[in-house]
C-alpha cells in the first residue's frame, strides 16, 4: 500500500483507539483508582520519564536500522500499556503502565514522521500531515461514542477496547507499511555504539548550527512544563471546581464536550489547511505565535472561571489552537533537517519536551493539592515564555528572507 494511504489509515485507527481510550481516561483514574491530583500529575511524569530515558536511542535505531520496524515495535508496546492500565486499576500498574507506554511512545516518535517525509517528500507530507489531522478527528468523533457506551457499562472497557484496536494497529502496518525512501545502514558499517554515536552528534550539530532550531527546542520545552498540568488536571477541575449540571453523569458530559471539539477541530483544520501556505516559514511561525498565544490566554480564563459557559468557550478556545499547533509544528520542523539524521533530531524536540514535563509536572501537581485553579493558571504562566521565543524566530526569518515579508 502506498504511504499516503497507509498514514491516513493508520491515524483513522489509532485515533479511534485513543479517543476510545482517553474520552474517559481521567474519570476512570479519578473515579476507579481514586488518584487525587498529585498521583494523576506523578503518572504523567513517570511517563515522561521514560521517554526522557529511551527517546535518543529509540531515535537512533529508526536512523540507523528501520523507521519502520521502529515505528511497529512502539504500536505494539503501546497496545500493551493500555491492556495493563485497563486490567488492573491500581496506582502501581498505573505507574507500570504510564512507563511502558512511554517507551512505546519513544519508539514512534521521530521515526514515523521521519519515515513520512522520507516516503512523501516535504510537499506532499506536509498535506498529508494536515489532512490526516481531519481524519483523526473524524475518527475521534466516533471514539467518543463508543467510549460513551462502553464507560456505561464498565470505565475500564474503553481502555481494553481501544488496547486491541491499537494492537490491530500495530498488524495493520506489518502487512501494509512500506518503507522505500529510507537506506539502512549496511550490516558491516554498523559499528555499533560508534554508529550511534555518530548519528547522534550529527542531529545535535543541525540543532547548534541553526538558530531557528535552538528556539524551537525552547519553544518545545515550556511546551512540556506546562502540559502535564492540563492534560492531567483540566477534567478533575470541570467536575470537581466547576462542577456539571445533574441531567448527565460526568462520563456522558466529558463525551458530548469532547464530541463538540472533534467536530469543530475537524472544520478549524480544514480552513486552516486551505489558507495557510505551509512552505512559507513565516506564515507559519505568525500562524504558530497566534495559536501559542491563545492557548495562554485560555488556559489562564479557564482556571480562573466559575461559569461553565465561559469555562466551555476557554476549553475550546485551547483546544483548537493545541490540535493545530501538532502538525503545524512537525511540518516547520522537518523542514529544516536533514534526512539522515531526522529521527534524531526529531526525538531531540520529543526528549525536551519530556524534560519539561518532568520538571513541570510535580510542581504543578503539588499546587493542584492546594487549588486546581491555581495549578492551571500557573500552567499558563509557565508557557508563555513561548511566546518570546517563537517572536525571535519570526523576527530572524524577516531579517534572513525579506520576501517573505513582503509576500506576507
Do not use: C
Not at 510537499?123 to 481524519?135: K, L, P, S
Amino acid at each position: 500500500m502506498n504511504a499516503f494511504r497507509v498514514h491516513l489509515l493508520r491515524t483513522g485507527l489509532l485515533s479511534l483507539a485513543g479517543s476510545i481510550i482517553f474520552t474517559t481516561w481521567m474519570v476512570y483514574q479519578i473515579q476507579v483508582i481514586g488518584l487525587d491530583a498529585f498521583q494523576l500529575v506523578l503518572i504523567g511524569t513517570i511517563m515522561e520519564t521514560s521517554i526522557f530515558i529511551f527517546e535518543i536511542p529509540t531515535g537512533i535505531v529508526a536512523d540507523v536500522y528501520s523507521r519502520r520496524l521502529s515505528v511497529i515495535i512502539g504500536t505494539f508496546i503501546m497496545g500493551g500499556a493500555f491492556f495493563i492500565m485497563g486490567l488492573f486499576p491500581t496506582f502501581a500498574a498505573a505507574l507500570l503502565a504510564m512507563f511502558l507506554w512511554g517507551l512505546g511512545y519513544t519508539f514512534t516518535s521521530g521515526a514515523y514522521e521521519a519515515w513520512m517525509v522520507d516516503e512523501l517528500g516535504q510537499d506532499q507530507a506536509a498535506n498529508a500531515f494536515m489532512r490526516a489531522n481531519q481524519i483523526g478527528r473524524a475518527a475521534g468523533l466516533l471514539g467518543i461514542v463508543i467510549s460513551a457506551i462502553l464507560a456505561s457499562i464498565a470505565l475500564n472497557l474503553p481502555i481494553l477496547v481501544g488496547a486491541v484496536l491499537t494492537l490491530i494497529g500495530g498488524v495493520f502496518l506489518v502487512v501494509f507499511m512500506p518503507e522505500n525512501g529510507f537506506t539502512p545502514i549496511p550490516s558491516a558499517d554498523r559499528s555499533s555504539w560508534q554508529q550511534w554515536t555518530d548519528t547522534f552528534r550529527s542531529g545535535l550539530r543541525v540543532i547548534r548550527t541553526r538558530p531557528a532550531l535552538l528556539n524551537i527546542v525552547g519553544v518545545g520545552l515550556f511546551f512540556g512544563l506546562f502540559s502535564e498540568g492540563w492534560d492531567r488536571l483540566w477534567q478533575a477541575h470541570l467536575i470537581n471546581s466547576i462542577g456539571l449540571p445533574g441531567l448527565l453523569t460526568p462520563v456522558l458530559w466529558i463525551s458530548l464536550i469532547s464530541g463538540v471539539d472533534a467536530v469543530m477541530g475537524i472544520v478549524v483544520t480544514e480552513g486552516v489547511r486551505r489558507r495557510l501556505d505551509t512552505n512559507n516559514r513565516l506564515h507559519l511561525t505568525r500562524t504558530l505565535l497566534m495559536l501559542t498565544a491563545t492557548m495562554v490566554g485560555a488556559i489562564v480564563i479557564y482556571g480562573l472561571t466559575s461559569g461553565l459557559a465561559l469555562a466551555l468557550v476557554a476549553f475550546y478556545a485551547f483546544t483548537l489552537a493545541r490540535g493545530l499547533i501538532g502538525p503545524l509544528l512537525s511540518i516547520w520542523t522537518n523542514q529544516h533537517i536533514d534526512s539522515q539524521v531526522r529521527a534524531t533530531v526529531l526525538s531531540m524536540f520529543s526528549q525536551t519536551d519530556a524534560i519539561g514535563q518532568m520538571a513541570g509536572g510535580p510542581p504543578i501537581g503539588i499546587i493542584g493539592k492546594l487549588s486546581l485553579r491555581l495549578a492551571l493558571v500557573t500552567s499558563g504562566a509557565v508557557l508563555s515564555p513561548a511566546l518570546f521565543l517563537l517572536y525571535r524566530v519570526q523576527r530572524k526569518e524577516k531579517i534572513i528572507d525579506p520576501a517573505l515579508v513582503t509576500e506576507a
